[in-house]
């Protein structure tokens, strides 16, 4: 198990980096095994969903050479296999390779994928959509087994703008006969990054990015090239960490438009925020306002935002109120925020934030990727030392956390226990 400890409240400046986008690379390398050759996609954060995907490459026999951010995929000697569950369970991502493996191989057999227990995670939409294009689905105990003599293309409304079921469909039907449409897609950027992955390698693809995507099977796909996107949700956690305790603290290579209801609402709150093209320039002001927020849907408010702002408005002056829309288990957090001294009551999906509050360093625990962040932003801005157990949650995320936050002045380390 590994622990982190921090040493809190100290002022933090310089330049953060970030990353390229978690949930975008998470779904590019899965994408790879529809192209006959070799793939390239740069800009892949350091995170361990990242090596998760590649052993499971690895177990279907794709050749690998990752060189600092760059991963080279060469798809020449694929052999489809199970999928055990020992790596279908180590992350959520793992049912990428359901629509990827379904569409290059018309069969599939892998266990329940894993991730977060931020709420149930049913993957009914994903299957629903796999049988519209003509596969079958087979459930026995924990394991699937998706197969088809030929996919062809069809309408397919999803009843919810599911991110992980829009992809997974664009992955199964770009070598499906004819053409499919999505209907009620989701609009989220990483959405229009791994399209054009797949456009690189041949397939016809228009509006990603939009509600409505347009798929046109091709026969055969080459090798691709891609540059994953900046991480949008790790931009809005350093961004958050900045109004909290940053002095004119930069948080480069990020695309600001894809932050734009976190920044509006920092704005509201009398944050000292400054957007630039391509970062942003935050430090911490005395006097924050309190705010209300609900999580939606991209361009609405990121969920996985949601649980580093709610460190945030413990430091705000009176009362917010936070309400999660998207998964039902995201305030696994509060209980240790509570515990550092914060003053939070949880009333089902919402949350009552009463601040200012002055929080103290004490022994938690990360129960999930974001709210696990949350607790290291806490921690970086309570008084004494904080100890953060289970941080391979964190891990699964932040690239390279500790030397990111060490270089801006945090006193942060890792160790294994
Ligand atoms: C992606 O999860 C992200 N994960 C999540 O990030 C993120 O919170 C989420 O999108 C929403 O933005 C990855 O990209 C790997 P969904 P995903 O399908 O695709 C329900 C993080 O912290 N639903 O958009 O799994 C579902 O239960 C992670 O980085 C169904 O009911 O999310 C949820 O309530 C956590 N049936 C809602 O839809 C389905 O078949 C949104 O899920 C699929 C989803």
């Given at each position: 198990m590994k622990q982190m400890i ?381 100890t953060?157990n289970d941080v ?22 890792i160790k294994e226990i």
């Amino acid at each position: 198990m590994k622990q982190m400890i921090i040493e809190g409240n100290h002022i933090l400046t310089g330049d953060i980096l970030i990353g390229g986008a978690k949930n975008s690379a998470v779904a590019l390398i899965p994408a790879s095994i529809l192209a006959n050759g070799i793939s390239t996609i740069t800009n892949v954060p350091n995170i361990s969903d990242r090596d998760a995907l590649i052993d499971i490459l690895e177990i279907l026999n794709c050749k690998i050479n990752l060189n600092n951010d760059e991963l080279k995929i060469d798809t020449s000697s694929l052999k489809n296999a199970l999928i055990d569950e020992e790596h279908s369970k180590k992350l959520r991502a793992s049912y990428y390779f359901m629509g990827a493996l379904l569409g290059k191989e018309k069969y599939v057999e892998m266990y329940i994928p894993g991730g977060c227990n931020i709420g149930a995670r049913p993957i009914d939409i994903h299957l629903d959509g796999f049988k519209a294009l003509g596969a079958q689905v087979i459930t026995e105990n924990n394991k699937y087994i998706l197969k088809a003599d030929k996919l062809i293309g069809t309408d397919i409304y999803l009843r919810f703008q599911s991110v992980g079921a829009t992809v997974n469909l664009m992955l199964a039907s770009v070598l499906a006969e004819g053409t499919t449409i999505i209907h009620n897609a989701a609009k989220e950027a990483e959405i229009i990054n791994i399209a054009d992955y797949l456009i690189s390698m041949g397939a016809q693809i228009t509006g990603a990015g939009t509600e409505t995507i347009t798929i046109s099977g091709v026969k055969k796909l080459h090798g691709g090239h891609i540059q994953v996107l900046p991480d949008r949700i790790e931009a809005g956690t350093y961004i958050i960490l900045g109004a909290l305790i940053g002095q004119n603290l930069k948080i480069k290579n990020i695309i600001p438009k894809h932050l734009e209801a976190l920044t509006s609402k920092l704005k509201d709150m009398g944050s000292n925020i400054k957007i630039n093209k391509d970062n942003i320039l935050i430090s911490r002001v005395a006097n924050l306002k309190p705010t209300n927020i609900k999580t939606l849907v991209y361009p609405g408010f990121p969920t996985d935002i949601g649980q580093p702002m709610s460190v945030l408005l413990t430091q705000a002056n009176g009362t917010s109120l936070f309400e999660e829309t998207i998964w039902e288990n995201r305030m696994g957090h509060v209980p240790s925020l509570n515990k550092m001294g914060a003053n939070i009551k949880v009333k089902g999906l919402t949350s009552m934030i009463i601040g200012p509050s002055q929080l103290k360093g004490c022994e938690v625990t990360a129960t999930d990727l974001r709210g696990g962040a949350a607790l290291v932003l806490a921690g970086l801005t309570a008084s004494g030392t904080t100890t953060i157990n289970d941080v391979e949650h964190i891990l699964r995320g932040y690239e390279n956390i500790e030397e990111k936050l060490t270089q801006v002045g945090a006193k942060i380390k890792i160790k294994e226990i």
